[in-house]
């Protein structure tokens, strides 16, 4: 369970918790969806609202698929994905490949380095056979 972050109003909370919750990434309409099933009605465009309020924050992440679909999840939650540009099925990495990667002084620019993204594109076997 994630533990309320300090300056979130309950329903950031909500939708982080929500987030957290989730095994794999959440496109908006998913979570939209799964909070109304957990019976809290939440407006799709405030779900919208909220996640982008929690991106400024540093706590989500968002990721566009080759499809447009865009993607949520915590950024305590280090993880990437293998992507077919084609079919667009995707993997969850195993570990990540950059975890102990660091910016030099001169590149972080005195930032607060929060989290990072990497994706790595390709043709699955599926689609290089056709
Ligand atoms: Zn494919
Ligand atoms: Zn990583």
Redo the contacts with the bound molecule.
């Keep these: 369970m994630a533990h309320p972050s300090a300056g979130l109003t309950a329903r950031q909370n909500m939708i982080l918790e929500e987030l957290n919750n989730c095994a794999d990434e959440i496109s908006g309409q998913q979570l939209h969806r799964t909070l109304l099933e957990g019976s809290i009605n939440m407006g799709l465009t405030t779900v919208y609202r909220h996640l982008r309020t929690l991106q400024q924050k540093g706590l989500v992440r968002c990721r566009n698929l080759p499809t447009g679909e865009a993607l949520y999840s915590p950024v305590s939650r280090d993880h990437h994905h293998l992507t077919?540009v084609?079919?667009g099925?995707t993997f969850v990495l195993k570990t990540c490949p950059i975890k102990n990667l660091e910016l030099s002084k001169e590149q972080s620019k005195g930032f607060e380095m929060l989290f990072h993204t990497l994706e790595f594109f390709g043709?699955?076997k599926?689609?290089n056979q056709q």
């Design positions: 077919c084609d079919c099925q043709l699955c599926n689609c």
